[in-house]
């Protein structure tokens, strides 16, 4: 069969099946543009504030590579790479969130999570900082994103299972059908479902603060220029000072006004891992365990 003889079959089944098409996909846009229209009414505050810290990261990561001499050199341009490059995934999962597609915003923001990560990894293996984006590498420390968080750092966090709950074939979803249909009368049909979930927003929006505050710290912290530089630089200065003020309300956000407990363990985790990256990259990643433990033992 040739190509031309294949591009008129498919679309003569396209223009065919065109009413029932459109019908499906106008079904789709018409929950996306209600679910956005709720998100702006409801969550406005949110919508707003993570598209100034988007904003905000994005502008200081661009201006950055035209900086100061040094300042990205060695393991830190791994690192820099690393957060540009989930910048993308980050504004395409808060996209999904405001169109109602809730795990598949939860699925994006695993690449995010694991972005972060990998650049701890990287500030704890300075010689090696390759190992945190390659599989088995010939010497150093290999990047396993549960064991940095579970055997190295011990701390107590789910966000990866949780993540990958949505990622690995929506088995979250596939669970609640099964329940649905479990042991019942009148079983639920199984069928693609568009609806407004309060409690899926919420679960979002925390992990949207989470993320977007490791991403203001990076920008304010781990890639700052000095004084100097940015005194001659007033265009990047001022963003600098909106990312802080922004980064403290971020960590205001989730240490002291979420309804969660969890996330208040997560904010003080947090900040201990921001004091760690801080302190091994003006002392080299030597000893990092011992700092570790002063640190949170503090």
């Known amino acids: 069969m040739s190509i031309d003889t294949t591009k008129a079959q498919l679309d003569a089944i396209t223009n065919k099946n065109r009413e029932m098409t459109n019908k499906v996909i106008a079904s789709v846009t018409g929950f996306e543009a209600k679910h956005e229209a709720h998100m702006l009414k409801e969550y406005g505050r949110f919508c707003e504030q ?3 810290y988007h904003a905000t990261v994005v502008g200081i990561f661009h201006n950055l590579n035209y900086g100061e001499d040094g300042l990205l050199n060695g393991y830190k341009s791994i690192q820099f790479m690393i957060a540009v490059n989930s910048q993308k995934s980050l504004y395409s999962a808060y996209k999904l969130l405001k169109a109602g597609m809730y795990d598949d915003a939860v699925a994006t923001l695993r690449i995010v999570y694991e972005s972060f990560l990998r650049i701890t990894f990287i500030s704890l293996n300075q010689e090696h900082p390759y190992n945190a984006i390659v599989r088995k590498p010939e010497e150093g420390a290999e990047f396993n994103a549960t064991g940095l968080v579970k055997d190295q750092l011990k701390l107590d966090w789910t966000h990866y299972s949780i993540l990958s709950n949505f990622a690995h074939g929506n088995s979250y979803r596939i669970f609640l059908d099964m329940d649905a249909n479990a042991n019942h009368e009148n079983p639920q049909p199984i069928t693609v479902r568009y609806k407004i979930d309060e409690d899926m927003i919420s679960i979002c929006t925390n992990y949207f603060y989470f993320l977007t ?46 309804a969660n407990d969890y996330w208040r363990t997560i904010a003080a985790d947090l900040a201990d891992i921001f004091k760690l990256i801080s302190v091994t990259s003006k002392e080299s990643d030597h000893g990092w365990k011992k700092k570790w433990e002063t640190i949170r033992s503090e």
């Open 50 to 52: 993570f598209e100034l």
């Open 213 to 258: 505050l490791t991403n203001l710290w990076l920008a304010v912290e781990q890639f700052k220029p000095s004084s100097d530089f940015l005194s001659r630089n007033t265009e990047l200065k001022n963003l600098y000072d909106t990312a802080q003020e922004c980064k403290e309300l971020a960590f205001e956000v989730i240490a002291t006004h979420t």
